[in-house]
C-alpha cells in the first residue's frame, strides 16, 4: 500500500494512521479501569459526576418538525448507558434527528476532517447546552457519549484524559505511538489520509504538513482523537483477548472484559440503527459491537466476536473462539468499498484448524 500515493511513497511498517472511533474501545477500558477499583458505579447517574446532566430536557418534537418541544427526562442518564450509546445525546453526523442539526449548529466539530475544533470542556460545555435525542434507555443511538466518558474519567481519576490514558494503558502495553498528536519526530511516518469524492475518484483530504493530529494542542476526543500504528493497536486487542493482560502487565481483570465482550443492549433496542442501516444479528457491549448471531450478521467470525471500526475505514475484531485478534487499517473517509467485510473473509479463509 502507500502512506501517499501522490508522492509515490510506500506505506512503512511502523506507519501511523488516524484511527477515529477505534478511539472509542480504549476510552471505554479507561472507564473500567475506574469502575474496577470501585471509583464509580455503572448505574451511577452521570450528573454525580457532571452537574449538568440533571438539568438536561429531551427532545419531543413531530417527527419531521423542527419546532422547539422539549420534555423532562424521565430517569437519569447512567455511566453505562454512556458507555452503551443509550444516554440519548447526538452527534451531529447523522440526518434522523433535529438534535443532530443542533450538534452541527454548535461549531464545536469541524465534520470535514472529523475533528474537535474546541478543548474537552468547551464540548461537554456545548453538549450540556443541547436537548437529548431521546429519554435515556430508550433506543440506542450513536453519540459523543464517549467524549463525555473522558471527561468523566478526569474528574473521577484528577488526571488530565490523555495522561491517564498514557499513564495505566499505553505505557504498560508498549503502545508507544498511540496518542493524540503526532509530535515532529514521527511526522514523517503520519499517512496522507483521502476521502472519496461525488465523482467516485479518491483525493487527498489531510495531509501531514498541516495537519490537525500534529498539533499538541487537539481535543482529547475519546470518541475519536487518538493516532496510533498496526502493532500498537495490535497490542491492545492481544490483552483483551487474553483477559485484560499483556507481557506482565494488567490492564484490567478477565471478567470485566468479559463484561465488557457482553451484549448489555435490551431486545427492545435490537437491531442497532447506523446511517447504513439496521445491524442484523450484533449487540452492544462497553466500547464493543458484539456478534450475537453470525448468520444474521452475515459475517465469517464466531459468536462472541467484539470489534470495532474508524471513520477512516479502519477495522478491529476480537474473535475469543477462534483465538484471533485482528486490525485493518487504512486511510479513506466517506469509503464505500467494504474493506471490512473483504478483510474478515481474507483472515477466516486462512483458518484451516
Known sequence: GWQDMEAGLPLREDAIFRIYSMTKPIATTALMILYEEGRLALNDPV???????KNLKVWSGAPGSNAMSLEPLQ???TCLDLALHTAGLGYGLFTNSPVEDFYRASGMFEPNKMVYTVPLAEAIRRILELPLANQPGQRWRYSVSIDVIGHLVEIISGCPFDVFLNERIFEPLGMVDTAFYVPPEKLSRL?????LTSGGTIASLDRPADSPFTDPRAMPSGGGGLVSTTNDYLRFLQMMLNGGAL??????????V????RNHLQPALLPMLMSEGPWWGMGFGPGFGVVLDAGQANVPCSNGTFSWGGAASTNMFIDPCEQIVAVLMTQVLNNTTPFQDYFNQIVYSA???
Open 351 to 353: 483458518v484451516v484448524e
Open 247 to 256: 507481557d506482565g502487565a494488567r490492564i484490567l481483570g478477565p471478567r470485566t
Open 191 to 195: 499517512t496522507t489520509m483521502y476521502t
Open 47 to 53: 450528573a454525580k459526576y457532571i452537574p449538568g446532566f
Open 258 to 261: 468479559a463484561k465488557m465482550a
Open 75 to 77: 430517569r437519569d442518564a
